[in-house]
């Protein structure tokens, strides 16, 4: 989906900004100590087929527009502590990027699907802000 958009926005000549770094985004993954990340880089090329049927269960659920179901998923692998991390506290970030730039222009934002659900998801966020939130269809 994000060539599909990167595409579209150039031949459109519109302009694309992002919420962080390439650097910021990874440093998320901070979290986990160096071990842990290379455990869960190894559980993810051993467990291939078990990978496959979560990102086929991710798919369905966003398809479905059930992005609570999404996160969960997200967290089974990624843990509670790996969620925290690497969604909602950035999503508080994002809301308050998305609150403060939709008040000068209209503006199309889109992240990853873990992003949206769970408690702290900005689906939620966005929503305490006062913003009507539906999916694109």
Known sequence: FETALITTAAQKEKPL?????????????????????AEILYQMVKKDADLKEQYKAINKAYSEGNMDKVYSITQNVLGTSGCKAIFDNRNKQFASQISEQTAKKPMLFALGAGHYGGSNGL??????????????K
């Open 123 to 136: 689906l939620k966020l966005l929503q305490q802000k006062g913003f009507s939130v539906s999916p694109i």
């Open 17 to 37: 900004l992002g919420f962080e770094t390439v650097k910021k985004q990874l440093a998320a993954f901070d979290v986990f100590a160096y071990d842990k990340q």
